[in-house]
T-cell receptor, first 113, second 113 residues
Framework: GDSVTQMEGPVTLSEEAFLTINCTYT??????LFWYVQYPGEGLQLLLK?????DKGSNKGFEATYRKETTSFHLEKGSVQVSDSAVYFC????????????FGTGTRLQVTL | SAVISQKPSRDICQRGTSLTIQCQVD?????MFWYRQQPGQSLTLIAT?????????ESGFVIDKFPISRPNLTFSTLTVSNMSPEDSSIYLC??????????FGPGTRLTVL
């Protein structure tokens, strides 16, 4: 079945550092890929998505590129802020309309001054 | 995106009791889902709430424990029945329309004593 593997956390960075959170997936067909963010005490917010190979999703300075050849969707940001401290989830949606999401285990990011 | 609300936002319940969680969307949506997020864990899909018919449950989840209703295209409820401390989790509803993107409610934080 479908699965998503994320790098273990927590990730601790200083403000303005470069961020990479690795995500790889296993799926049949051509899934859509997502990054969701969960701030402390809140629900999940969609951060960005990509629906086909070589698509780049971007939002709030975060980017991720759908790499079919490496089955990866790594999240990057050039300069993190303290306000980016949260848990980040990589997820995929199988082929079809609004089909169920399969999530990775989540990566906690802590940004310090 | 859609505006999604959940009630209650949090609750503390006694073992053996039941709690019904409501999910309300500000517009009609095709798909509604219920997820569970156990402490420090990722999200696991409980079921797909189908309008006008029985919910579709994932492996490991049964209707007797998690009965779900969806009377129309904007509202659904999830009941957690005969609760035990292992049911302490965040329960989230999500919605999707014609695209494969899902949007999440703020979650219901449940503690069972």
């Amino acid at each position: 079945g479908d699965s998503v593997t994320q790098m273990e956390g927590p990730v601790t960075l200083s403000e303005e550092a470069f961020l990479t959170i690795n995500c790889t997936y296993t799926a049949t067909g051509y899934p859509s890929l997502f990054w969701y963010v969960q701030y402390p005490g809140e629900g999940l917010q969609l951060l960005l998505k990509a629906t086909k190979a070589d698509d780049k999703g971007s939002n709030k300075g975060f980017e991720a590129t759908y790499r079919k050849e490496t089955t990866s969707f790594h999240l990057e940001k050039g300069s993190v802020q303290v306000s980016d401290s949260a848990v980040y989830f990589c997820a995929l949606s199988g082929t079809g309309t609004a089909s169920k999401l399969t999530f990775g285990t989540g990566t906690r990011l802590q940004v310090t001054l | 995106s859609a505006v999604i609300s959940q009630k209650p936002s949090r609750d503390i319940c006694q073992r053996g009791t039941s709690l019904t969680i409501q999910c309300q969307v500000d517009s009609q949506v095709t798909m509604m889902f219920w997820y569970r997020q156990q402490p420090g864990q990722s999200l696991t899909l409980i079921a797909t709430a189908n309008q006008g018919s029985e919910a579709t449950y994932e492996s490991g989840f049964v209707i007797d424990k998690f009965p779900i209703s969806r009377p129309n295209l904007t509202f659904s409820t999830l009941t957690v029945s005969n609760m035990s401390p292992e049911d302490s989790s965040i329960y989230l509803c999500s919605v999707g329309r014609s695209t494969d993107t899902q949007y999440f409610g703020p979650g219901t934080r449940l503690t069972v004593l």
